[in-house]
C-alpha cells in the first residue's frame, strides 16, 4: 500500500476550496472580517486554525487492495481526507469540526479501462461501494462515503489519470476528451487550435469533464447552451456489466438515446472514462452593459422579452436588491442585469443595442450609456467576486458563519408569486432555526424562454457560542426547508448542482416514482451488486439506503 499521496496535481486543501498555499488577501481578509461584523453584530467567532490532516483520527481501511493493482491505491491521511467530503457548506463544516465519520477506506487512482474494471469486479465480489470522484466539488454529497450499513467498505475512485486530449476532429468541430481532466487543463489544450469547449462553472478550476456530464452541470453562459449536455457528441462509460459506447452523431432520432441516461447518472451506473465534445470558434467580439432597474419584476419582465426575443445573450444575469448589496454591485440598491454578447463570426453590437432597446422598454437605465469589451464596473465587481466567493466562504465558515446557496428553475407565469414566496419562507426558515433575522438574495443563473433559473443566497451567524454541531444542525433544519420549499412551490430541486445525497427528498418529490423504478431496474442491469455510488439518486433494489450524508437525522 502506498505511503506517500499518489495526486498528481499540486496540493490541494483537503478542508476547504484551492490550493494548499491559497490564501486570501489582505484586502478580502478585511472584508470577510466586515462582512461578519455586520452579520454577528460584533467580531466573528474565532474558531482557531484551519485543519490539518493530524487533528484526524481517520477510522483504519477496513480492506486491503486487491495485491495486482496495489500501487494505485492510496491510504494516505490527505487522500482520504480529501475524497472524504465534497465542498458544501456543510462538508466545509465538518472539516471544521474534525468530523469525518466515513472516509473512504481507500483511494484509487487507476491508469487505464482495464484498471478500472478490475477494480469494479473486485469490489463487486467483496461488497465494496465505490465513489466515482472527478475534482470533489459536489456539494449535493455526491462523493461523500456514506452508504450506509450494509457494505464491507467504500473505495473513493479518482479520474485524475484520465486527463488526455485524445484527438481533435477539426473538421467537425469535436473532440475525444479524457474525463478527469480538470476545466483549465482542458481549455489550455484546445486554446492553441482556436477552440474551447466554452463550458464555465464557477468550480472550473476543481472540477472535471466527466463530473460535469454526469451532473449535468451548468456553465457560466446564461442561455441556448447552458448545460453540459448540449455539447456532449458521445461518451464511454465503464459498468460493473462492462463498457457502454455511444455512436457519434450530430443528431439522431433513434430511439431513446443512450447518452441521455449517462447524463446526469451521478456515478450510479458507472464511470464515464471520455466523451466526445461538440467544440466552439474561440469567440472575437465581445459587447456588455449593465442596467439598473427600479423594480425587480420590470427587470425580470426586460429578462423574459430579451429571453423571448431570440437575440441569445451569453450573459443576462439579473442580480436583485438584495444580491447588489450583498455583492457591492453597482449603486447597491437598484437590481442590475448584466447582459453581454459575444460571437468568433460577427459583431454583436447590433444584437447588445437591441438589447438596451428592450430593456428600456422596461424601464432599464444604464449610466453610461453601452459599453464594450470587458463591459462595466459592476461586471467586473460582479465577476470578481464569482471568482474568489469559495474562498471567502471557508473563511467566513471558520467564523461560524452559515452561508450557502440553492438554486432552482421555475416557469415565468409563475416566477413573481414564487420569488416572493420563496424568499419570505426562506427567510421565516432561517428565523426559526437560528433566532435571526437573515436577507435571501437572488439572481438569475440562466434564461430560457419560457423562465428563469433563480439562485438563492443566505447569509447567517449559525451560533453565538461557537458550538459548531449546532450550526450543523441549524444548517440542516434550514437545508431541510429550502429543499421542501422549491419543490412545494413548483420549482425543481436543482437546476444545476445536482442530486447527490443532499436533494434526494426533493427528487423523489418532482420525479414519477415509475421512472425511479425504470431508472433502479437499469442500473440493475449495469451494477448488478449495487455498489456505484450508494445513496445518490435511489436505493439500488434489494437494499434500503435512504437518506445518508449530512442531512441524515
Ligand atoms: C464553489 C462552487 C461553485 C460551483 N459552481 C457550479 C456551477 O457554476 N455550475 C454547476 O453546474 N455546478 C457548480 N458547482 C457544483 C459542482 O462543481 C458540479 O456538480 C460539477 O459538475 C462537479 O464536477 P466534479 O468533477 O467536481 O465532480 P465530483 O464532485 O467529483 O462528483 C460529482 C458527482 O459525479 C460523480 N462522478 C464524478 N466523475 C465521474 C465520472 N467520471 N464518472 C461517473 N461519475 C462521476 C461523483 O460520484 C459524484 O456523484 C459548484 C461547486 C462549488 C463548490
Known amino acids: 500500500m502506498s505511503a506517500v499521496t499518489l495526486a498528481k496535481h499540486r496540493p490541494r486543501k483537503f478542508w476547504g476550496w484551492g490550493y494548499d498555499d491559497d490564501e486570501l488577501t489582505a484586502a478580502e481578509k478585511e472584508g470577510v472580517a466586515a462582512r461578519t461584523r455586520?452579520?454577528?453584530g460584533r467580531d466573528g467567532l474565532r474558531l482557531g486554525s484551519a485543519p490539518?490532516?493530524?487533528?484526524?483520527?481517520?477510522?483504519?481501511?477496513?480492506?486491503?487492495?486487491?495485491?495486482?493493482l496495489a500501487s494505485r491505491f492510496s491510504t494516505t491521511a490527505h487522500d482520504r481526507l480529501l475524497h472524504a467530503y465534497g465542498r458544501s457548506f456543510a462538508d466545509i463544516l465538518r472539516m471544521w469540526m474534525r468530523d469525518v465519520p466515513n472516509p473512504p477506506d481507500l483511494v484509487a487512482f487507476p491508469e487505464?479501462?482495464?484498471e478500472i474494471a478490475t477494480i469494479l469486479g473486485w469490489s463487486g465480489r467483496n461488497n465494496i461501494a465505490v465513489i466515482p470522484f472527478g475534482g470533489g466539488s459536489s456539494v449535493v454529497g455526491g462523493v461523500e462515503p456514506a452508504v450506509g450499513d450494509s457494505y464491507a467498505a467504500t473505495i473513493s475512485l479518482d479520474l485524475e489519470r484520465f486527463d488526455k486530449m485524445h484527438e481533435i476532429d477539426r473538421a467537425s468541430r469535436a473532440?475525444?476528451?479524457?474525463a478527469g481532466i480538470y476545466g483549465p487543463a482542458l481549455e489550455d489544450q484546445l486554446r492553441p487550435y482556436g477552440l474551447t469547449l466554452r463550458h464555465y462553472p464557477q468550480s472550473f478550476q476543481f472540477s472535471t469533464l466527466g463530473g460535469w456530464i454526469v451532473t449535468r452541470s451548468g456553465g457560466h453562459y446564461a442561455t441556448v447552451k447552458t448545460h453540459i449536455d448540449d455539447f456532449v457528441e458521445s461518451m464511454r462509460m465503464v459498468t460493473p456489466s462492462g463498457i457502454m459506447e455511444s455512436r457519434r452523431l450530430p443528431g439522431s432520432g433513434a430511439g431513446p438515446a443512450p447518452d441521455r441516461l449517462v447524463m446526469g447518472s451521478e456515478g450510479?451506473?458507472?464511470?464515464?472514462?471520455?466523451?466526445?465534445?461538440?467544440?466552439?470558434?474561440?469567440?472575437?467580439f465581445r459587447a456588455g452593459a449593465s442596467i439598473r432597474f427600479a423594480d425587480v419584476f420590470a427587470a425580470a419582465r426586460a429578462v423574459r422579452a430579451l429571453s423571448q426575443s431570440g437575440l441569445d445573450p451569453t450573459n443576462c444575469r439579473l442580480l436583485d436588491q438584495d444580491e447588489v448589496a450583498f455583492n457591492h454591485v453597482g449603486d447597491r440598491k437598484s437590481p442590475t442585469l448584466i447582459v453581454a454578447f459575444e460571437s468568433a463570426d460577427h459583431d454583436v453590437g447590433p444584437w447588445m443595442a437591441r438589447a438596451l432597446e428592450l430593456a428600456r422598454d422596461h424601464g432599464g437605465r444604464t449610466d453610461d450609456g453601452q459599453e464594450t469589451s470587458d463591459g462595466s464596473d459592476a461586471a467586473a465587481v460582479w465577476r470578481n467576486a464569482f471568482i474568489r466567493m469559495p474562498l471567502w466562504r471557508d473563511s467566513m465558515i471558520g467564523m461560524g458563519i452559515i452561508m450557502d446557496t440553492f438554486?432552482?428553475?421555475i416557469t415565468w407565469n409563475r416566477f413573481e408569486d414564487f420569488y416572493n414566496r420563496v424568499k419570505h419562507e426562506a427567510a421565516a426558515a432561517i428565523l426559526k432555526a437560528t433566532g435571526r433575522n437573515a436577507t435571501v438574495s437572488c439572481r438569475f443563473t440562466h434564461v430560457y424562454p419560457d423562465g428563469p433559473a433563480p439562485y438563492f443566497t443566505y447569509a447567517v451567524l449559525g451560533s453565538d457560542s461557537g458550538d459548531l454541531k449546532s450550526v450543523l444542525s441549524r444548517w440542516v433544519e434550514i437545508k431541510r426547508a429550502c429543499n421542501e420549499i422549491v419543490t412545494r412551490l413548483g420549482g425543481t430541486i436543482t437546476h444545476h448542482h445536482a442530486v447527490g445525497r443532499d436533494h434526494r427528498d426533493g427528487y423523489d418529490r418532482e420525479t414519477p416514482e415509475l421512472?425511479?423504478?425504470a431508472l433502479a431496474a437499469a442500473k440493475q442491469r449495469l451494477d448488478p451488486a449495487g455498489i456505484m455510488n450508494p445513496g445518490v439518486l435511489i436505493d439500488p433494489i434489494g437494499r434500503k439506503i435512504g437518506q445518508t450524508g449530512a442531512l441524515r437525522a
Not at 473532440?175 to 479524457?178: D, E, M, T, V
Not at 450510479?268 to 472575437?284: S, Y
Open 112 to 114: 487505464t479501462e482495464e
Open 175 to 178: 473532440a475525444r476528451i479524457g
Open 268 to 284: 450510479i451506473l458507472g464511470i464515464v472514462t471520455e466523451a466526445w465534445m461538440r467544440l466552439q470558434d474561440r469567440p472575437k
Open 38 to 40: 455586520q452579520l454577528a
Open 407 to 409: 438554486e432552482t428553475a
Open 52 to 68: 490539518k490532516t493530524a487533528d484526524f483520527d481517520l477510522r483504519r481501511p477496513r480492506i486491503n487492495p486487491p495485491v495486482a
Open 515 to 517: 421512472f425511479r423504478a
